[in-house]
C-alpha cells in the first residue's frame, strides 16, 4: 500500500469513510438528521477540503470544526465510533507518515471535541 499523496486519494478516503458513516446504526443517524440527503455533496467537498489542508499543507480550508457539532446530541461512544471508523478506513487504503499523521489527528480530534462538549455540558 502507498500513503496519501493528493487530494485524489483525500477525496477516496473521504468517500470511503462516509459510506461507512451513513449505514453505522450509531453514527449513520446523527449524520443524516444534520447533513439529509441533499447536503452531502457540499459536506463532502468540505470534508475534502480540511483533510488536505491539514494532511497535505495545502490552503483552502478556513472554518471552526467544533461549532457544527456543539448542538449534536453526541457523546463519547460516538466520537469513539468515528475515530474507530476512520482508522479502519486509514488503514484499508493507505499506510504511510501521512495515513499515520491522518489517524492521529482523528483521534486528536475526537479527544478535544468531546472535551470541549464536556466543559460546555457540565460547565
Given at each position: 500500500?502507498?500513503?496519501?499523496?493528493?487530494?485524489?486519494?483525500?477525496?477516496?478516503?473521504?468517500?470511503?469513510?462516509y459510506d461507512k458513516v451513513k449505514s453505522d446504526d450509531l453514527i449513520g443517524p446523527?449524520?443524516?438528521?444534520?447533513?439529509?440527503?441533499?447536503?452531502?455533496?457540499?459536506?463532502?467537498?468540505?470534508?475534502?477540503?480540511?483533510?488536505?489542508?491539514?494532511?497535505?499543507?495545502?490552503?483552502?480550508?478556513?472554518?471552526?470544526?467544533?461549532?457544527k457539532h456543539r448542538n449534536l446530541p453526541i457523546e463519547q461512544a460516538h466520537f469513539?465510533?468515528?475515530?474507530?471508523?476512520?482508522?479502519?478506513?486509514?488503514?484499508?487504503?493507505?499506510?504511510?507518515?501521512?495515513?499515520?499523521?491522518?489517524?492521529?489527528?482523528a483521534e486528536l480530534m475526537g479527544h478535544l471535541f468531546m472535551a470541549k462538549l464536556?466543559?460546555?455540558?457540565?460547565?
Amino acid at each position: 500500500m502507498r500513503d496519501i499523496e493528493s487530494r485524489s486519494d483525500i477525496e477516496s478516503l473521504v468517500n470511503t469513510f462516509y459510506d461507512k458513516v451513513k449505514s453505522d446504526d450509531l453514527i449513520g443517524p446523527v449524520f443524516a438528521s444534520k447533513i439529509g440527503e441533499g447536503d452531502w455533496p457540499r459536506h463532502l467537498e468540505r470534508m475534502y477540503t480540511f483533510w488536505t489542508t491539514i494532511l497535505l499543507n495545502q490552503p483552502g480550508y478556513s472554518g471552526q470544526p467544533f461549532e457544527k457539532h456543539r448542538n449534536l446530541p453526541i457523546e463519547q461512544a460516538h466520537f469513539d465510533r468515528w475515530v474507530s471508523l476512520f482508522k479502519t478506513i486509514v488503514d484499508s487504503l493507505f499506510a504511510g507518515p501521512v495515513a499515520n499523521e491522518a489517524k492521529y489527528r482523528a483521534e486528536l480530534m475526537g479527544h478535544l471535541f468531546m472535551a470541549k462538549l464536556s466543559k460546555i455540558r457540565f460547565s
